[in-house]
């Protein structure tokens, strides 16, 4: 059983003390895929209000650095793909075809199984990594169903699950990264291979965990 902490101990938790203050948070970013794919995204540049980002799309106030009075210990990475992001009723798992739901699928495994990603920080390559496949993040979707188009008998070996990349974080543990207050840094990716084809427009997202260090209030 987790212990109670004493009166005493509770000013560790106060929102209200001097100097630093430490969160759980991540930093992340997230971009449009077109079907025509290009060979190189570049993440953190775009801060909220800037083509059209909002909040759901990046919690950057600033362009490729963080604000005075904010630093980031990055402790891991990771590298999300949401296939076929049209966002309308007709285009969800449940309500498109057969062969639509093996589209995204097959879109998946197209591009976590290619690309490499970069990770600099003050014009220094800090990461270089491939495939995208070894940034598995640490929540997704998951679907599991049988599904066939009208007059078809389900075929479970064709027609069963969903395609997400799995396994253990990307961590960066023991060489964690420090971002100070007003220090450049990116991420992008990379298909020197030559652009991925999709079947419909997709999203991705990298998000970088870690801790937050803030001024008190």
């Known amino acids: 059983m987790k212990q109670v902490p004493s009166r005493a101990q509770l000013s560790r938790y106060s929102v209200k003390r001097e100097g630093y203050e430490a969160i759980r948070q991540t930093l992340y970013d997230y971009h449009a895929l077109s079907a025509t794919a290009v060979t190189q995204l570049t993440f953190f540049a775009l801060p909220i209000g800037q083509g059209g980002k909002t909040l759901s799309d990046t919690n950057m106030s600033l362009a490729g650095q963080l604000p005075s009075g904010i630093e ?18 007709a285009n969800l798992p449940s309500a498109i075809g057969a062969d639509a739901v093996m589209n995204r699928i097959n879109d998946s495994f197209i591009f976590y199984n290619s690309g490499n990603l970069t990770f600099d920080v003050l014009q220094k390559t800090y990461l270089q990594e491939a495939p995208l496949l070894r940034f598995a ?6 679907i599991e169903g049988a599904v066939s188009n009208a007059g078809e008998v ?24 420090l971002l100070n ?3 450049n840094f990116g991420v992008t990716l990379n298909w020197p291979e030559g652009a991925r084809t999709y079947t419909d427009i997709a999203r991705v997202g990298i998000v970088l965990d870690g801790i937050l260090y803030r001024k008190s209030q």
């Open 72 to 89: 980031f210990l990055v402790q891991s990475i990771e590298v999300h793909f949401e296939a076929n992001r049209t966002g309308t009723a």
């Open 181 to 183: 207050s007003n220090m």
């Open 154 to 177: 389900a075929d479970a070996t064709q027609r069963l699950g969903n395609a997400y990349a799995q396994g253990r974080p990307y961590l960066l543990s023991p060489a964690d990264i």
């Open 137 to 142: 993040p640490k929540t997704r979707m998951g």
